[in-house]
């Protein structure tokens, strides 16, 4: 217990203390910390740290981030874990998949690595970067607390200048997972909770003047470039030179935004094309790949470059059998290719922000993107803690994203009940992304009375795109219930099949009946020859593209896993509904083109 330690200051009170968290909540790091990283060349630190699990947090109750490295000869008091030695794992991972005994473990862990730093020189600075980390990640450096971030898929980041002394350093991450009734998403969730640092860190060095944000676009016949900068400088410089752009951008409190005539070759899904774009500020510099393309809505269609579109798509999870929520450009690429060979134009990525590298490689692939933050079912609404969580979220994620012109939607919400604090919380969120971001769509999958028969979310009238989650065959019958929702709303705005499928366990299922692969056949071929005739739906994405890890299906049929992918678990075997749905979205495809 480290009585006899400066550490533990009152070690009985350490004890009985049930609000020792609060000094290590401030919530910190946020979207307005963060700093534009694309085109910079930082330090990975990835690979084994010390780590271990602390059901208890005993960690944060007895400071454990304060011990200084000691041989075990050399401690004068005893000890329950030394951050310094013993077990080590791989960052990034899921430590779900790495021992069977923390499979289902929810709570803390900690995880150490040390990190050799030069001394810095001319005003340089240094931070440090964190792709994502599931979900309240706390950080610190030789024994201080530098703050902590909320949100298990938004990157952050953290300035580490003055906390990193030139030699050896400890950085130490205390990651918790647990669900709670005021995080986003709450405690209730159709998808496995992983925890831990399960993508990248970094450590960047810039200038003394860092550019925290670029958010370049098409604005009618102009490019519009926005600058954020941070530090001693007057100008920006924004360089697309394959469109002969060199301009100075003129910055007050480190804000700019300049507007330029341009006529870029606009991106499509049957053209992708991106331009090499560069911006500087008081000596930093950051480059990005950008693709030019219009997004918008018009009554109840859907227009990309100002000619109408169908969004033939596909929902995925960020899951893997082997990895969890750990992702690579090879398995990006294969979803990606199996999203193309089903005929897709667009996909959803759900329920959560997906990794950045997926937006990036569908730019590259000419494919649209639905993004999503997890504000799923039931939230604490009324909380004002809730909504700055899911408010910072969406502003990570927009910020992370806003250049990615495969990204058309930005979505809020999925599957909420219509009460007054969900309407201002969720419209809150529809006023930030436009605020943010005025060029993209926002959507939300709404709920649908089903005793009317009537899309009646008053949440609608704050959206571009209705998504509607519907089930039919599977946990719904009547097939005709849709065309009768279409005539009984007369929606004025798209609406989109945001879910629709049906469980097929291809491995052991039956061979007839619910959960077997012939079943699910079934129902595409049905939704499919309801949904062709139907003029109010602007785009599908069925559930799902793989089967996916989840704690709440536990039938023999399941056993942990949503059955209900196009392509099983391993990714590779395909059931019998993937043809089904291939052949429709070509047919659509022809009969687009014709």
């Not at 809730?386 to 910072?392: E, G, S, V, W």
């Not at 043809?579 to 429709?584: G, K, P, Q």
Request: with cysteine; net charge negative; proline share 5%.
């Amino acid at each position: 217990m480290l009585e006899r330690s400066d550490i533990a200051e009152n070690a009985l009170q350490a004890l009985h203390d049930e609000d020792y968290d609060r000094p290590f909540n401030l919530q910190n790091l946020n979207a307005e910390t963060l700093i534009f990283t694309s085109g910079r060349q930082g330090r990975s630190l990835d690979g084994d740290w010390f780590f271990c699990v602390d059901l208890l947090d005993t960690g944060l109750r007895q400071k454990w981030f304060a011990m200084t490295p000691q041989q075990p000869a050399d401690r004068i008091e005893p000890w329950d874990y030394d951050p310094y030695m013993g077990e080590t794992v791989p960052v990034p991972s899921c430590w779900q998949m790495l021992k069977e005994k923390w499979y289902f473990f929810e709570g803390s862990a900690w995880y150490t690595r040390s990190v050799s730093v030069d001394p810095l020189t001319d005003g340089r600075r240094r931070f440090l970067r964190i792709g994502a980390a599931q979900y309240d990640c706390k950080v610190f450096v030789n024994g201080r607390f530098l703050g902590n971030h909320y949100g298990g898929s938004t990157p952050f980041c953290v300035g580490v200048s003055e906390a990193f002394l030139p030699g050896e350093n400890w950085l130490i991450l205390c990651v918790n997972n647990t669900r709670t009734h005021d995080r986003v998403p709450m405690r209730n969730t159709d998808w496995f909770n992983y925890g831990g640092v399960y993508r990248e860190v970094t450590l960047h060095e810039t200038p003394a003047t860092v550019i925290r944000d670029l958010f370049v676009r098409l604005d009618g016949d102009t490019i519009r470039a926005s600058v954020v900068s941070d530090g001693p400088a007057a100008a920006a410089k924004l360089e697309i030179s394959e469109l002969g752009i060199n301009t100075e951008i003129p910055l007050q409190d480190g804000h700019g935004e300049v507007a330029i005539a341009a006529q870029p070759e606009l991106w499509s899904p049957e053209k992708p094309r991106l331009y090499d774009v560069t911006c500087s500020a008081g000596g930093d510099v950051v480059r990005d790949r950008i693709g030019f393309r219009t997004i918008e809505r018009r009554g109840t269609e859907i227009f990309l470059n100002g000619e109408p579109i169908f969004l033939r798509g596909i929902s995925v999870h960020e899951d893997d059998r082997d990895t969890g929520k750990v992702t690579s450009d090879e398995d990006i690429r294969r979803r990606f290719a199996h999203a193309k060979e089903l005929g897709c134009n667009f996909l959803r990525l759900a329920h959560y922000p997906h990794h950045e590298r997926a937006a990036e490689i569908a730019d590259a692939l000419g494919l649209l993107l639905w993004e999503e933050i997890p504000v799923y079912w039931a939230i604490d609404f009324e909380n004002p803690a809730t909504l700055r969580d899911a408010n910072n979220q969406l502003t990570e994620l927009i910020r992370r994203d806003h250049n990615r012109a495969s990204v058309v939607i930005w979505s809020i919400g999925n599957e909420n009940p219509d009460t007054e604090a969900r309407l201002s919380f969720m419209r809150t969120l529809a006023d930030t992304a436009r605020a943010e971001d005025p060029t993209r769509l926002i959507a939300a999958a709404c709920l649908v009375n089903h005793n009317k028969l009537k899309i009646e979310d008053r949440l609608a009238t704050s959206l571009d795109i209705i998504g509607i989650n519907e089930y039919y065959g599977w946990y719904d019958e009547n097939f005709d219930e849709l065309a009768i929702i279409g005539r009984n709303s007369a929606p004025d705005r798209p609406v989109v099949i945001s879910e629709t499928g049906a469980d097929g366990d291809h491995e052991a299922g039956p061979e007839t009946g619910l959960f077997s692969v012939a079943y699910q056949a079934d129902v595409y071929r049905k939704q499919i020859a309801t949904l062709r005739d139907l003029d109010y739906i602007k785009g599908i994405s069925p559930w799902i593209l793989y089967d996916f890890r989840v704690e709440r299906r536990q039938n023999v049929f399941q056993r942990g896993w949503n059955r209900k992918g196009l392509i099983g678990s391993d990714k590779r075997s395909k059931k019998p509904a993937f043809d089904i749905l291939a052949a429709h979205y070509a047919n659509r495809a022809s009969e687009e083109n014709a």
